[in-house]
């Protein structure tokens, strides 16, 4: 196949060579002469051969948002000695930090090379590499031929997930296996609870020996039940929810709170589940553990997918009714955009739900890609002004967490300790 510079070069000398036999110029005529030579070697000269196998390799495990990431490409040469051009084609959303996916090499027969890169993805989601394209010269860069390898590398990118020291959320309905919920239970924990006699078969290291003096009787000393329960986490991915500029959106930092607090209340052995309602509807039951953990997460990257028709809010608590008992806690994670989380709320709180909303403020990331002016100054106000009236009529109804994302989520779960039992009841 003939270049773009062959091309060029050809019309070029055409122009220079008829412009002198129009002029009658000698010298024009003369200085198109090296350009026609050109032209016959590149024409009546060897089309370069491309006889190549190509390989990627990935890093395997798992990567979040900021991870820098890997590649090698494989490049093996199974023709005669020639000039090679390798690009691999990247994502919008991912940073070249070392190396490069753009090369050229000469090899040798049977030569092979290793084109090495490594990237940072900014958001999470699933990045797709490739295809990468092989292109062969000839030494007048006038043909050349080129392959597209037709192999793709997969790799998918988890939310960042922020260490949480404790989350204080005191389950309603505590069930029946360990946790770290401190009940009003008398049974094994550390908390002490009270004291109370003997019975047979207790083990010595709770006896109270003070009070066993006093009463007279073996005393032994009770604790408060340490269990765990059920959590469900709703997630508002609508594209109506979505405010910012990536990767800093308000979508993102809801997903990033998700995993956040996912960590948290599966590593406090209790129960979850996720409902992720946007372009489609992600659905990860009830379970525990750190299997259940990737599934979580599988299910957050999921929510980036593209979709025509979105899920309606006001459906959400049918399809919470018919598979979720009232003992579930309900985790509303949402910028509250609109009113429609604000209703979904109230119908939960009405339906028995126990529900906790973590709202990441649209307002403050206005501010920080918003520009100056005293127009989008008043807009801004305006915002902040709705969006406090949708809170407090969310706050008649449940515990809601108004979420700064420029701050640690850990400050603002602050306010949780020892308050999730005093829910007012609609």
Known sequence: MLSRKFGLLTAFGFWVFALGLLLGSATLVIAALPIGLYVMFGVFGSAPHLDVAVSRRLPEGQVYEGDEVRVSIEVVNQGPQVDLEVVEQLP????????????????????????????????????????????SMDRASARYEEKTVETYGFLRVYPEVRYLNRVELRHSHPRNW????????????????????????????????????????????????????????????????????????????????????????????????????????????????????????????????????EWAFDLVPYYLSFLYS?????????PVVDRAPAYLVADLARRGYDVLVVSPSPVELDVVHGGDGRSVELAKRLAMIERNSRLSFMKSRAQVIDWNPSNPLADSLERLKGTWRTRRRV
Do not use: C
């Open 178 to 309: 360990p946790g770290e919920t401190i009940t009003r239970r008398a049974e094994q924990g550390l908390e002490f609870y009270g004291i109370r006699e003997a019975a047979p078969g207790e083990p010595a290291r709770r006896t109270n020996w003070k009070a066993t003096a006093r009463a007279g009787t073996l005393m032994v000393n009770q604790y408060m039940d340490e269990a765990g329960g059920d959590t469900l986490i709703i997630l508002d991915a609508r594209s109506v929810s979505d405010v910012g500029e990536p990767p800093e959106t308000t979508t993102a930092y809801s997903v990033r709170a998700a995993a956040t607090l996912s960590y948290r209340l599966l590593r406090d052995r209790n129960r979850l589940g996720l409902l992720a309602v946007g372009p489609s509807l992600v659905r990860v039951p009830l379970g525990s553990g750190r299997r259940h953990f990737d599934k979580i997460m599988i299910g957050l990257v999921s929510t980036r997918t593209v979709g025509i028709d």
């Open 326 to 334: 009232r003992m579930v806690q309900i985790l509303l994670i949402s």
């Open 92 to 135: 919008s959303a991912v940073d070249l930090t070392t190396g490069t996916n753009h090369a050229f090499v000469n090899l040798q027969e049977g030569e092979k090379h290793n084109l090495v890169y490594t990237f940072s993805p900014r958001l999470f989601g699933t990045y797709t590499l490739g295809p990468i394209k092989v292109r």
